[in-house]
T-cell receptor, first 115, second 114 residues
Framework: AQSVAQPEDQVNVAEGNPLTVKCTYS??????LFWYVQYPNRGLQFLLK??????LVKGSYGFEAEFNKSQTSFHLKKPSALVSDSALYFC?????????????FGKGTKLSVIP | KAGVTQTPRYLIKTRGQQVTLSCSPI?????VSWYQQTPGQGLQFLFE???????NKGNFPGRFSGRQFSNSRSEMNVSTLELGDSALYLC?????????????FGPGTRLTVT
C-alpha cells in the first residue's frame, strides 16, 4: 500500500523568508512523488515531480523539492516566500513497483505567507 | 491547449436524488481520474479510467459509478445521494496514467446535498 503524510496542517512564514512544507511517504518499492498547489475555489495545479536521479527537483514558480530516500521524505521548499504563495499544498505518491495507476494524496498543508 | 473542464461547476441536490458530473480531459489525454475532496478527509480517490475501461477503484460504495467514452470524456454518477456526499469533486487527466505521468486537474464541481 502507498501512503503520504503531511505532518503540518498549517505553516506560517513571513514574506521573504524561506519556506518548507513537509511530506513523508510510504511505499513497498520505489516512489514517484509529486507536489500540487490549490488556490481557493480552484482545482489542483502541478508543481513538480520526482522520478529518479537528482534528489533536488526544480519546479514551477521557484519551488523545489528535496527527495531523501533514507528518511522517506520529499519536502517542498522555496528560498523566498511571496504573499501569492499562500495556498493549500498537497504531496502525492505513486508506488512504481505496484504498477498502480492511482495517486495517493496527503491531507494537505495550508501555507500562509504573512506580509 | 485547453485545460480540463468540468460541468456543472455548482450543483445543489436533495437527499435521495442522483447526480451526473461531466469531465472533458485535455486533448490527447486518455486517462481520467476522479477524486472527492472534503475538509475532513482531504482528497480521496474514486476511480480511474483509460480507454473506456476502469483500471482502478477507490474505497467508495457502489452508489458511486463512472464511465468513459471513446473520446476520453468521462462522467461520474452518484445515486441515492446522502448528506455526506457534499464535496468538491475533482477530475484529473493524464496522457496514459500511471508511472511518472502527472495529472492535470479541472476546477471541480461543488456538490451540495440538502
Amino acid at each position: 500500500a502507498q501512503s503520504v503524510a503531511q505532518p503540518e496542517d498549517q505553516v506560517n512564514v513571513a514574506e521573504g523568508n524561506p519556506l518548507t512544507v513537509k511530506c513523508t511517504y510510504s511505499v513497498s518499492g520505489n516512489p514517484y512523488l509529486f507536489w500540487y498547489v490549490q488556490y481557493p475555489n480552484r482545482g489542483l495545479q502541478f508543481l513538480l515531480k520526482y522520478i529518479t536521479g537528482d534528489n533536488l527537483v526544480k519546479g514551477s514558480y521557484g519551488f523545489e523539492a528535496e527527495f531523501n530516500k533514507s528518511q522517506t521524505s520529499f519536502h517542498l521548499k522555496k528560498p523566498s516566500a511571496l504573499v501569492s504563495d499562500s495556498a493549500l499544498y498537497f504531496c502525492a505518491v505513486r508506488d512504481i513497483g505496484a504498477g498502480s495507476y492511482q495517486l495517493t494524496f496527503g491531507k494537505g498543508t495550508k501555507l500562509s505567507v504573512i506580509p | 491547449k485547453a485545460g480540463v473542464t468540468q460541468t456543472p461547476r455548482y450543483l445543489i441536490k436533495t437527499r435521495g436524488q442522483q447526480v451526473t458530473l461531466s469531465c472533458s480531459p485535455i486533448s490527447g489525454h486518455r486517462s481520467v481520474s476522479w477524486y472527492q475532496q472534503t475538509p475532513g478527509q482531504g482528497l480521496q480517490f474514486l476511480f480511474e479510467y483509460f480507454s473506456e475501461t476502469q483500471r482502478n477503484k477507490g474505497n467508495f460504495p457502489g452508489r458511486f459509478s463512472g464511465r468513459q467514452f471513446s473520446n476520453s470524456r468521462s462522467e461520474m454518477n452518484v445515486s441515492t445521494l446522502e448528506l455526506g456526499d457534499s464535496a468538491l469533486y475533482l477530475c484529473a487527466s493524464s496522457l496514459v496514467g500511471g508511472g511518472n505521468d502527472e495529472q492535470y486537474f479541472g476546477p471541480g464541481t461543488r456538490l451540495t446535498v440538502t
